[in-house]
């Protein structure tokens, strides 16, 4: 089945750094990624739309600034957490659905664990 | 607005024992329904999915829903729970756009007791 590879599963670093997650479609193309963000305990709250080849869409609150997408291929997003706080820590889990194909459900990413130290 | 209501936040049941988990949504247009299931640190695994026809859809690892419009419910079920079913569980609804997240519920947490 449709597979969307993560990576890293979870990444330490410091104050003030930033820190890169790849999102990869591994066997269909998506023109539009989606990022979650989910605190413990918590569902998963959606921060953005990444769409191939343009911005992407942010959801209310969160800071485009901070987190960075880029959505280069049809295949690859990237999220990058700029001047990461201790506050950033979280779980992000990216998302994306086959764009050639109807019917079909979101496939999510193994998950990103950011500690911010 | 479009939303999706799990209001059980934690369930405990006994190994062997049947497990209804619910679901409520609200929205505008027909919905497409899913349930997915995190383990700890985990992403999320599709368990089952309702786009049209029967009513009554079956999963992965022996679970099943049935969707009703009446209700606008969309139940999960399994006759029988593992220890190995113990883990968190999303309702989610959407469109069927490829281009337009899901929307989900806050989660149910299942433990299973022995």
């Known amino acids: 089945g449709a597979v969307v590879s993560q990576h890293p599963s979870w990444v330490i670093c410091k104050s003030g750094t930033s820190v890169k997650i790849e999102c990869r479609s591994l066997?269909?193309?998506?023109?539009?990624m989606f990022w979650y963000r989910q605190f413990p305990k918590q569902s998963l709250m959606l921060m953005a739309t990444?769409?191939?080849?343009?911005?992407?869409?942010?959801e209310q609150g969160v800071e485009k600034d901070k987190f960075l997408i880029n959505h280069a291929s049809l295949t690859l997003s990237t999220l990058t957490v700029t001047s990461a706080h201790p506050e950033d820590s979280s779980f992000y889990i990216c998302s994306a659905r086959d764009s050639m194909t109807v019917n079909t459900e979101a496939f999510f990413g193994q998950g990103t664990r950011l500690t911010v130290v | 607005a479009q939303s999706v209501t799990q209001p059980d936040i934690h369930i405990t049941v006994s190994e062997g024992a049947s497990l209804e988990l619910r679901c409520n949504y609200s929205?505008?247009?027909?919905?497409?329904l899913f349930w997915y299931v995190q383990s700890p640190g985990q992403g999320l695994q599709l368990l089952l999915k309702?786009?049209?026809?029967?009513?009554l859809v079956q999963g992965i690892k022996g679970f099943e829903a049935e969707f009703k419009r009446s209700q606008s419910s969309f139940n999960l079920r399994k006759p029988s729970v593992h220890w190995s079913d113990a883990a968190e569980y999303f309702c989610a609804v959407g469109p069927n756009q490829a281009g337009t997240a899901l929307i989900f519920g806050k989660g149910t947490t299942l433990s299973v007791s022995s």
């Open positions: 309702y786009f049209s026809g029967d009513t």
């Open positions: 929205y505008g247009a027909t919905p497409y």
């Open positions: 066997d269909f193309q998506a023109t539009t």
């Open positions: 990444s769409n191939e080849g343009s911005k992407a869409t942010y």
